[in-house]
């Protein structure tokens, strides 16, 4: 069949992306779902820095290559061994898919597995083939989902059922900047009731981890960015202070306010300053999360002395340390409950057509979650 796809030819095309299109909606072939894996008609697929990272050169990714990695949609027909799916369900993606046979998935580490990174890598399903061709040249699949476009085919893997009493473009977002953020405080990094906590970036994934904080009763909340009105929603969503990044003195500020630094702190904007930012500001038997993916050739670089002489621990976290299959639904619950309104973290919507404008605000850091609606 053919489908409308968001296509990536070359990296590093000059700001603003509303002039130089780095993304051309073509009208491509996918192939029909072969053996464990699903059609699934997209519905609503966010924008992330994942896909803006792969878009400006810092996350190198095989090219032509159809982006898109947040996304919901419906199942319309699904191939040879497929048992959990059927036609008319309801799904949202998981950018890692989890062949549940490695020592990582083994271990409850989804997140790591193998076979879904070489995958994810490669630009391949979980398995190694591609399904998506234009005048007989293989594109590549980004991590999995390739969801911007009207029609996807996913390994099942990288498939999560969800209740059908969603919009579309606010269950989008449990894929990637929810599981990531929230997953990050309480998996990653568990934290305890009562610890001080502070957040360094205010997209989609630090909002999220914001919220996760005021799930585990965290009893106070410092958020770090560069933009104003990021720091005026992170406070609306229960920041207890808030900090400018660009403040040459927050560092210190921050330390003084926390009689020393918080507990906990979340690095989620992808940058070595925010890192560098949310290191110093962590205290002494303190925990450094990054949940960022900046370019390979960036390096971090702290006292080395720091991690014993204080027994302070940096820790990543991919996927937030999730189980998406466990998680994501237990997350939505949450969200119906009004515990976890992520609803609220949506800037926007925007057609497919406008594609490359919405990565223009998201690379002006001018919102929180931008959705593409199909």
Same mark, same amino acid.
């Given at each position: 069949?053919?489908?409308?796809?968001?296509?990536?030819?070359?990296?590093? %095309?000059?700001?603003?992306?509303?002039?130089? =299109?780095?993304?051309?909606?073509?009208?491509?072939?996918?192939?029909?779902?072969?053996?464990?894996?699903?059609?699934?008609?997209?519905?609503?697929?966010?924008?992330?820095?994942?896909?803006?990272?792969?878009?400006?050169?810092? %996350?190198?990714?095989?090219?032509?290559?159809?982006?898109?990695?947040?996304?919901?949609?419906?199942?319309? /027909?699904?191939?040879?061994?497929?048992?959990?799916?059927?036609?008319?369900?309801?799904?949202?993606?998981?950018?890692?898919?989890?062949?549940?046979?490695?020592?990582?998935?083994? /271990?409850?580490?989804?997140?790591?597995?193998?076979?879904?990174?070489?995958?994810?890598?490669?630009?391949? $399903?979980?398995?190694? @083939? =591609?399904?998506?061709?234009?005048?007989?040249?293989?594109?590549?699949?980004?991590?999995?989902?390739?969801?911007?476009?009207?029609?996807?085919?996913?390994?099942?893997?990288?498939?999560?059922?969800?209740?059908?009493?969603?919009?579309?473009?606010?269950?989008?977002?449990?894929?990637?900047?929810?599981?990531?953020?929230?997953?990050?405080?309480?998996?990653? +990094?568990?934290?305890?009731?009562?610890?001080?906590? +502070?957040?360094?970036?205010?997209?989609?994934?630090? $909002?999220?981890?914001? &919220?996760?904080?005021? &799930?585990?009763?965290?009893?106070?909340?410092?958020?770090?960015?560069?933009?104003?009105?990021?720091?005026?929603?992170?406070?609306?969503?229960?920041?207890?202070?808030?900090?400018?990044?660009?403040?040459?003195?927050?560092?210190?500020?921050?330390? @003084?306010?926390?009689?020393?630094?918080? /507990?906990?702190?979340?690095?989620?904007?992808?940058?070595?300053?925010?890192?560098?930012?949310?290191?110093?500001?962590?205290? =002494?038997?303190?925990?450094?999360?990054?949940?960022?993916?900046?370019?390979?050739?960036?390096?971090?670089?702290?006292?080395?002395?720091?991690?014993?002489?204080?027994?302070?621990?940096?820790?990543?976290?991919?996927?937030?340390?999730?189980?998406?299959?466990?998680?994501?639904?237990?997350?939505?619950?949450?969200?119906?409950?009004?515990?976890?309104?992520?609803? =609220?973290?949506?800037?926007?919507?925007?057609? $497919?057509?406008?594609?490359?404008?919405?990565?223009?605000?998201?690379?002006?850091?001018?919102?929180?979650?931008?959705?593409?609606?199909?």
């Amino acid at each position: 069949m053919r489908t409308r796809a968001a296509v990536l030819h070359e990296t590093g %095309r000059p700001t603003p992306y509303q002039k130089s =299109r780095p993304l051309q909606l073509e009208d491509v072939e996918l192939g029909r779902p072969g053996r464990d894996e699903v059609l699934v008609r997209i519905q609503a697929a966010g924008l992330c820095h994942s896909d803006l990272s792969v878009i400006n050169g810092s %996350r190198p990714r095989p090219t032509p290559m159809a982006l898109g990695h947040e996304a919901a949609g419906i199942v319309v /027909e699904v191939g040879d061994g497929v048992k959990e799916f059927q036609a008319g369900d309801h799904v949202v993606c998981s950018f890692v898919p989890s062949c549940g046979h490695c020592l990582p998935c083994m /271990e409850g580490r989804p997140a790591l597995c193998e076979p879904g990174a070489q995958a994810n890598n490669q630009g391949t $399903l979980l398995g190694g @083939k =591609r399904r998506l061709s234009r005048e007989g040249i293989h594109i590549h699949h980004h991590l999995g989902v390739s969801g911007f476009a009207d029609y996807a085919v996913i390994n099942k893997h990288s498939l999560i059922q969800v209740d059908p009493d969603i919009p579309f473009e606010k269950v989008a977002i449990f894929g990637c900047a929810v599981m990531t953020g929230v997953g990050a405080v309480i998996h990653t +990094a568990r934290v305890p009731t009562g610890s001080c906590v +502070a957040v360094v970036g205010l997209g989609g994934i630090g $909002l999220s981890a914001l &919220l996760g904080s005021m &799930l585990t009763g965290a009893r106070k909340i410092i958020a770090v960015d560069i933009n104003p009105e990021k720091l005026k929603m992170a406070e609306s969503l229960g920041a207890t202070e808030t900090y400018n990044a660009n403040d040459p003195e927050v560092i210190q500020k921050i330390r @003084k306010e926390t009689g020393g630094g918080v /507990e906990y702190a979340f690095e989620t904007a992808g940058v070595v300053s925010a890192m560098k930012t949310a290191y110093e500001i962590t205290s =002494r038997g303190g925990t450094t999360v990054t949940t960022g993916l900046p370019h390979p050739d960036h390096h971090f670089s702290f006292p080395q002395v720091t991690l014993t002489a204080e027994e302070r621990t940096i820790k990543g976290s991919y996927v937030g340390s999730c189980v998406p299959r466990r998680d994501i639904p237990r997350f939505i619950q949450l969200y119906k409950q009004g515990k976890l309104p992520v609803d =609220r973290l949506l800037t926007k919507t925007l057609p $497919l057509e406008r594609i490359n404008e919405g990565f223009d605000w998201l690379d002006q850091g001018q919102a929180a979650r931008i959705v593409i609606t199909m």
